[in-house]
């Protein structure tokens, strides 16, 4: 009887031991996904500075651009971190969020050395882009949180990415007229179905 108390005793020993070595294990997993989510942030503070020093000696929409640029290309990697870090489908929808607002915001400048029709054409593009964007991050979101809405998310966004689509391909034909209007305008209809 002895022998069995003193091998339950053993046995529960064990499992608490290994209970607290696990513990300490994912403390430790923790700790270093932390350091390392941490270490991405000042890594994307050092490179936006980096990056906007290099701006300065720029002119005009150019300087405006670079700028830009460089303040997307912080905030992407910074979203990223935290996607890495907190491993949910939120965080990885913000870090697409972040990317996609990042690329209208630099596209959107460059439009602005253009001017006429090819600056309309040029900011329904970036629209284009972004709606698509968006849409791919809801999709993806939906993907990893309920199978179930995928398919939705996915018809969701590719009706906003074809109505988006359509406006910019309508936007290229304000710049033509006569029949080339005319067919133009047919053609971006039938392509995208409206």
């Given at each position: 009887m002895s022998h069995r108390i003193a091998m339950n005793v053993l046995t529960c020993a064990c499992i608490?031991?290994?209970g607290m070595l696990?513990?300490?294990?994912?403390?430790?997993?923790?700790?270093?996904?932390?350091?390392?989510?941490?270490?991405a942030q000042k890594s994307a503070e050092a490179d936006y500075k980096a990056?906007?020093?290099?701006?300065?000696?720029?002119?005009?929409?150019?300087?405006?651009?670079?700028?830009?640029?460089?303040?997307?290309?912080?905030?992407?990697?910074?979203?990223?971190a935290e996607g890495d870090y907190?491993?949910?489908?939120?965080?990885?929808?913000?870090?697409?969020?972040?990317k996609a607002d990042a690329d209208y915001s630099v596209?959107?400048?460059?439009?602005?050395?253009?001017?006429?029709?090819e600056k309309d054409v040029c900011v329904k593009d970036a629209d284009a882009a972004k709606t698509k964007a968006y849409g791919d991050a809801k999709v993806m979101r939906t993907s990893r949180e309920s199978s179930k809405d995928t398919m939705a998310a996915r018809q969701d966004a590719n009706a906003d990415a074809n109505k988006a689509e359509y406006k910019a391909a309508m936007e290229r034909c304000d710049s033509l007229?006569?029949?080339?209007?005319?067919?133009?305008?047919?053609?971006?209809?039938?392509?995208y179905h409206q």
């Amino acid at each position: 009887m002895s022998h069995r108390i003193a091998m339950n005793v053993l046995t529960c020993a064990c499992i608490a031991a290994a209970g607290m070595l696990g513990a300490t294990t994912a403390s430790a997993a923790d700790a270093a996904a932390k350091d390392r989510y941490e270490a991405a942030q000042k890594s994307a503070e050092a490179d936006y500075k980096a990056a906007s020093a290099r701006c300065e000696d720029m002119k005009d929409n150019a300087k405006k651009i670079c700028v830009e640029d460089a303040k997307g290309k912080e905030k992407i990697a910074k979203a990223n971190a935290e996607g890495d870090y907190k491993q949910t489908p939120k965080a990885r929808y913000d870090a697409a969020i972040a990317k996609a607002d990042a690329d209208y915001s630099v596209a959107k400048l460059r439009c602005d050395d253009k001017k006429g029709n090819e600056k309309d054409v040029c900011v329904k593009d970036a629209d284009a882009a972004k709606t698509k964007a968006y849409g791919d991050a809801k999709v993806m979101r939906t993907s990893r949180e309920s199978s179930k809405d995928t398919m939705a998310a996915r018809q969701d966004a590719n009706a906003d990415a074809n109505k988006a689509e359509y406006k910019a391909a309508m936007e290229r034909c304000d710049s033509l007229a006569g029949n080339s209007k005319d067919s133009c305008v047919a053609d971006a209809k039938s392509r995208y179905h409206q």
